[in-house]
């Protein structure tokens, strides 16, 4: 089952860690926004092959933007 | 209102049999029935959990889905009324369809006397719910008027079914969707802990009833090994992080944490600290940065009054940026929810103490357990700050003109100073110590001595007033 993951709340993308295609593992950082001054990582929710990640550095994510799918 | 029972091929041991889920619950062999088993749809007993006694009732799914006729209601109320009198935890394991629809209006009236008893019993005894399969109607506002829920996988919870659902709205959701661990546990915020089957979920409930029906007493002698709770968190301070592995290294061991998908930046969790039952309250800068928000201070007003009102202490873990700023949350009504947390703190009379880990600003200072809203003592650590907000937007708001006017070149300059110059008058944690809102800055290696002095040293004391489910 795919899980999206959503942007929690208002943000710059301020690193993004993993790629498209890659593995990853529940509680791996996939980017790291920047709001509220700090640098909050985005981690994964679970187990799988990202499917999608959709932000760029640089980037604004607003609350409920999607960020990367995990498959 | 009613599910059909559903019934699945007969096999020798219907797995559903209540006196079987009880047992399972109990001690082995301290199992006894408060009453014959008869054919009501509900049986209640009497027996131990760690040593700890209990009482616990569970609806029969074998008997017409487990709907709750006036018997079963009267099996029900009664273990409600025997556990406040000999002042033991009851544990209700839910699985059923809601009032017997043969009884009509004497159902609904038996079913509107298990929530009185229930709402009496608030605040005076533990009452665990264990959701172990639907529970619908009736049966969905059983376990929301108790002070913790556990779902197994299989429970579902939920006022209307899918088919009533879709005759009237015309929207296809199957049980799961509609009330199961996933929405109950990550969005509605009526399930306290999800797990993974029934086993598990009877091991939580278990594991609740001992912590909350002997609570034990703190001893700050048994508060051994220096262990540096700093190294839990990351050393830039910009650096959110997951404050879980804190609230577990506080504590005696890991303990069970409530509502841990849902709001999930507050972390509310019961467990021992030098012995004794305590209740903990974080903030969790991996999510939303550890703000507070509406929905947050609702989770964790609802754990203050439910401590408060079965004794436990309090330790609350502060780092927190502010309140979450947006008109979303104006509108979610973040001023009338947040205040319930104001009001929560403020009214208890448990001893609570608060550490400042990072920093504190703002409203959500005063939020979180401050001295003004009558914390037993507070702590911070060496580096922490607590101020109105961060050094450099305060400079920001404060200097905006004197910046402006400033010559561009030499602008970034000026607001390096301006910031540092904040920093020694309002920032850092001395103003505070000052005026006595912070009574000690403690070392992360002493921290959990100094806390369990400060709860050993306060009288012991218990809110007089129920647990609403806010």
Redo the contacts between chains.
Sequence with gaps: MAEEIHA???ANVWKVVKATGETVEEGDTLVILE???????V?AESTGVLKELVVNEGDVVQ?GDLIAVIE | MTLTSSSPDTQAIDLRDPELRLRALFDQGTLRLLAPRDDSGVLAARGEVDGTPVVAYATDATRMGGAMGTEGCRHIVDSIDTAVRERMPVIGLWHCGGARLQEGVVALDAVGQVFAAMVRASGRVPQISVVLGPAAGGAAYGPALTDIVVMSDTGRIFVTGPEVVRSVTGEQVDMARLGGPEPHGRRSGVVHVTTKDDESALATARELASLLGRQGRVEPADVSGEVDLASLLPE?T???YDVKPLVSAVLDKPGVELHAKWAPNIVTTLGRFAGRTVGVIANN?????G?LDSTSAEKAARFVRMCDSLGVPLIVLVDV??Y?P?V?QEWDGVVRRGAKLLHAFAEAVVPRVTLVTRKAYGGAYIAMNSRSLGATAVFAWPNAEVAVM?A??AVNILYRKKLAAAPAEGREALRAELIEEQTRVAGGVNRALEIGVVDDVVKPTETRRRIAEALAAAPAARGAHGNIPL
């Design positions: 929690e709340m208002v709001s509220m001054k700090m640098e909050i990582p981690v609350e | 830039q910009n650096r959110a800068p991996l999510r939303l940065g703000c940026p502010g979450l947006g979303g961060g450099s937007a």
